[in-house]
Structure formats: structure tokens, C-alpha cells
């Protein structure tokens, strides 16, 4: 029979990220981007990953009922001193697990590389704020860091919708109200929260996933009667974020969201993760403040991702970061190899790199001449 909590116990003890159960195979951890195997267990039966899906739903008819239905559950379940956000699915008939182990301790908000601005923008009394980036590019990481950083430092009343809630919140200068969509959970689904929160007196918002129109369409109305919105979207870029946000609308609907989207939009972050030099997971933030030169190219009738990134790159001084800034700062610190630099980037975009670069480094030589 599978001994789960010996698994799990082994996985937080080797600080993985995520665990994968697939039958026919030894558990796998995801340690520091590499997967690994566990070789202290077995080849997992049949058996053990129908025993592993009991371990689980523990008896929930309303997590089994999903299940059986679509044939996917994502869940939350709490293993000693760490939450699992728990994702079973199918594979050749048979239950599979993908489990991302989450520390109840978040980090400080300074010690993840995010930059000082979106902080900043938390205190914006209304508005949408967006922390986007791929699969495992750490948003969630960042928006509970954000609603701690608001948490201890402001008198709000903060209500999360979450599928499912990962961090759980104390509060402390705020109050919050940290709620779980779902079948059998506290919100059917992101839309429905979103647009209750109406009526609960909130004055931010935090949206787990904006997935598709209904959700946006529910934020903007809430940013637009006066709160502040934080959410995420899974789109590598700032100018992807703008591209995704008005392709949600039939096109006869965009030019009028774009007018929406310019005048409500006050931040986006988009990130990424990269391997640093000495093994660590560093950063790489691209930051877009939507000011009047950004609002302006939104609203135009169609949008040019090149106006885009250009613009950020050279709106530096209201709190913009461009990608390529980011990227060339990592490899003038030591911190990731050209190799991994370029990679970031489209090949269009190489020499633009090296000359950040040779940029960069000419100031820090003038600097420590100065010092």
C-alpha cells in the first residue's frame, strides 16, 4: 500500500516544489527544476493510485462527483506544516497526481526580486492591477507577497477568490476573507465571486485566474465602481497581457474595451523564473505602468506589441522595467550566462541585448571609479 506521508515527508524534506504520482512509476519530485526520482518507493500499482485518490477526496461526494463528471479535481489538502494544491486527472483510465507543495511561511516580499513600484501601486485606491507570466513563473508566490505587503501595512478589507486558496491568511492591519470556488466549495465559480463582491463591502479584490470573458468583464465592472482589483492571467508578456485581455471580446466589443482597459489598467507585471549560476531560482520581472503614452497606444484600433515593449523600455522613470533591462542586469550581476539571457529573447532582439549590456557596464565602471 502507498505510504503517501512518507512521500510527502521525503518531498518537503528535499525541498521539492511539486510531486508527480503516475502508475507504472516511482513517484517523481520536482526539485529546483529538475524532476527526480524517489528511489526509496516502488513502482506505483494500479491499486495504490485508486488508494492515493481515497488518501484525497476523503470521502467528499462533492470532490468525487467532480471528478467522476469531468474527470479532473483540483483541490487544496494540508500535510503538517504545508498545503498541497492537489491536481488528480486520468491517464490511460487510472488516477494521476500532481501536487505543489506550498510553505505556510511566504517570503519576504523583497527577497523575491519583485520590483519596489508594484508595491507601491497596492496603495492605488482603484484600478486593475495584473501579475501575469507561464506555468510556474511564481504569480502565486507574488500575489499572496502582495496581499501580506497590504496586510501589514494597510487598513483594507481584502477578499481572495482562489481555486483553490494555497496561503492562508492571519490578519492583521486588514481583514480577509479568503474564499474557495468550486463545486461544493464557497463560489461556483470566479464570476460569481467576482461579482458578489459587490456587495461585501470590499475594497480589493484578489482574482485567483481571470480564464475567460465573464470573470474579466465582472473585474473591470468591479475596478470601474471604485475598487481596487489584483488578478492573474497566464500570458508571457506585458503586451500579451493587452493582446489577451481585449481578444476575450467579439471584435464589434473591443474598440470599447480598449477605451475601458486604458482608463482602469494601472499596472502589469509579467515574470518569469530562470535557473541562476548557482542553482537558485531567480526573477526576471518585466513591469508595464499604464501611463498616458501606454493608455494612448491601447486604445488605438489595433494594438502594436513593438509600441508596446518600446515604450516600456523607455518609460523607465515612472517605474517600468523592460524585459531585456531585467535580463541584461542578471548577466552583468553574474547571475545567469549569456546563453540563458538570449534565450529570453527573440533573435530580433539580440543586439538590443548587447548593447544594454555594454550599457550597463560602462555605468557600473563609471560608478565604482566614482565610489
Given at each position: 500500500?502507498?505510504?503517501?506521508?512518507?512521500?510527502?515527508?521525503?518531498a518537503?524534506?528535499?525541498?521539492?516544489?511539486d510531486?508527480?504520482?503516475?502508475?507504472?512509476?516511482?513517484?517523481?519530485?520536482?526539485?529546483?527544476?529538475e524532476?527526480?526520482?524517489?528511489?526509496?518507493?516502488?513502482?506505483?500499482?494500479?491499486?495504490?493510485?485508486?488508494?492515493?485518490?481515497?488518501?484525497?477526496?476523503?470521502?467528499?461526494?462533492d470532490k468525487d462527483?467532480?471528478?467522476?463528471?469531468?474527470?479532473?479535481?483540483?483541490?487544496?489538502?494540508?500535510?503538517?506544516?504545508?498545503?498541497?494544491?492537489?491536481?488528480?486527472?486520468?491517464?490511460?483510465?487510472?488516477?494521476?497526481?500532481?501536487?505543489?507543495?506550498?510553505?505556510?511561511?511566504?517570503?519576504?516580499?523583497?527577497?523575491?526580486?519583485?520590483?519596489?513600484?508594484?508595491?507601491?501601486?497596492?496603495?492605488?485606491?482603484?484600478?486593475?492591477?495584473?501579475?501575469?507570466?507561464?506555468?510556474?513563473?511564481?504569480?502565486t508566490?507574488?500575489?499572496?507577497?502582495?496581499?501580506?505587503?497590504?496586510?501589514e501595512a494597510?487598513?483594507?478589507?481584502?477578499?481572495?477568490?482562489?481555486?483553490?486558496?494555497?496561503?492562508?491568511?492571519?490578519?492583521?492591519?486588514?481583514?480577509?476573507?479568503?474564499?474557495?470556488?468550486?463545486?461544493?466549495?464557497?463560489?461556483?465559480?470566479?464570476?460569481?465571486?467576482?461579482?458578489?463582491?459587490?456587495?461585501?463591502?470590499?475594497?480589493i479584490?484578489?482574482?485567483?485566474?481571470?480564464?475567460?470573458?465573464?470573470?474579466?468583464?465582472?473585474?473591470?465592472?468591479?475596478?470601474?465602481?471604485?475598487?481596487?482589483?489584483?488578478?492573474t492571467?497566464?500570458?508571457?508578456?506585458?503586451?500579451?497581457?493587452?493582446?489577451?485581455?481585449?481578444?476575450?471580446?467579439?471584435?464589434?466589443?473591443?474598440?470599447?474595451?480598449?477605451?475601458?482597459?486604458s482608463?482602469?489598467?494601472?499596472?502589469?507585471?509579467?515574470?518569469?523564473?530562470?535557473?541562476?549560476?548557482?542553482?537558485?531560482?531567480?526573477?526576471?520581472?518585466?513591469?508595464?505602468?499604464v501611463?498616458?503614452?501606454?493608455?494612448?497606444?491601447?486604445?488605438?484600433?489595433?494594438?502594436?506589441?513593438?509600441?508596446i515593449?518600446d515604450?516600456?523600455?523607455s518609460?523607465?522613470?515612472?517605474?517600468?522595467?523592460?524585459?531585456?533591462?531585467?535580463?541584461?542586469?542578471?548577466?552583468v550581476?553574474?547571475?545567469?550566462?549569456?546563453?540563458?539571457?538570449?534565450?529570453?529573447?527573440?533573435?530580433?532582439?539580440i543586439?538590443?541585448?548587447?548593447?544594454?549590456?555594454?550599457?550597463?557596464?560602462?555605468?557600473?565602471?563609471?560608478?565604482?571609479?566614482?565610489?
Amino acid at each position: 500500500m502507498i505510504d503517501l506521508d512518507n512521500i510527502l515527508g521525503a518531498a518537503k524534506e528535499k525541498d521539492a516544489s511539486d510531486v508527480h504520482l503516475i502508475c507504472g512509476m516511482k513517484p517523481i519530485f520536482r526539485i529546483r527544476r529538475e524532476l527526480v526520482a524517489y528511489e526509496e518507493c516502488e513502482e506505483l500499482t494500479e491499486e495504490e493510485m485508486y488508494d492515493a485518490y481515497d488518501y484525497f477526496v476523503r470521502g467528499n461526494l462533492d470532490k468525487d462527483e467532480v471528478f467522476k463528471t469531468t474527470k479532473k479535481l483540483d483541490c487544496s489538502y494540508e500535510f503538517e506544516d504545508i498545503r498541497l494544491r492537489v491536481n488528480i486527472s486520468h491517464a490511460d483510465e487510472v488516477p494521476i497526481f500532481t501536487l505543489r507543495l506550498i510553505k505556510n511561511e511566504l517570503p519576504k516580499y523583497e527577497d523575491l526580486g519583485v520590483p519596489d513600484i508594484v508595491r507601491r501601486m497596492t496603495y492605488q485606491p482603484q484600478g486593475l492591477i495584473l501579475v501575469t507570466g507561464k506555468t510556474n513563473s511564481g504569480k502565486t508566490t507574488t500575489l499572496n507577497a502582495l496581499i501580506n505587503e497590504i496586510n501589514e501595512a494597510q487598513n483594507k478589507k481584502i477578499l481572495t477568490l482562489e481555486n483553490p486558496v494555497e496561503y492562508k491568511h492571519t490578519c492583521k492591519k486588514s481583514v480577509i476573507v479568503q474564499k474557495e470556488i468550486g463545486l461544493g466549495r464557497d463560489c461556483l465559480t470566479f464570476s460569481d465571486g467576482v461579482k458578489n463582491s459587490l456587495r461585501e463591502d470590499c475594497d480589493i479584490l484578489v482574482i485567483g485566474e481571470i480564464r475567460d470573458r465573464e470573470t474579466m468583464e465582472a473585474a473591470i465592472e468591479t475596478a470601474e465602481s471604485g475598487h481596487l482589483v489584483i488578478g492573474t492571467l497566464h500570458t508571457k508578456s506585458c503586451a500579451e497581457t493587452i493582446d489577451r485581455m481585449v481578444n476575450f471580446y467579439e471584435i464589434r466589443d473591443q474598440q470599447t474595451i480598449k477605451y475601458l482597459i486604458s482608463s482602469l489598467l494601472k499596472l502589469v507585471i509579467s515574470q518569469r523564473l530562470l535557473k541562476s549560476k548557482n542553482g537558485d531560482l531567480v526573477l526576471v520581472p518585466e513591469v508595464m505602468v499604464v501611463d498616458n503614452i501606454i493608455s494612448g497606444i491601447i486604445r488605438k484600433e489595433k494594438i502594436s506589441v513593438a509600441e508596446i515593449e518600446d515604450a516600456i523600455q523607455s518609460n523607465s522613470d515612472k517605474g517600468s522595467i523592460g524585459l531585456i533591462n531585467s535580463i541584461a542586469e542578471l548577466f552583468v550581476d553574474e547571475v545567469i550566462t549569456l546563453d540563458q539571457a538570449k534565450a529570453q529573447i527573440e533573435e530580433k532582439n539580440i543586439e538590443t541585448l548587447n548593447r544594454t549590456i555594454m550599457q550597463l557596464k560602462i555605468k557600473r565602471e563609471k560608478t565604482n571609479r566614482i565610489n
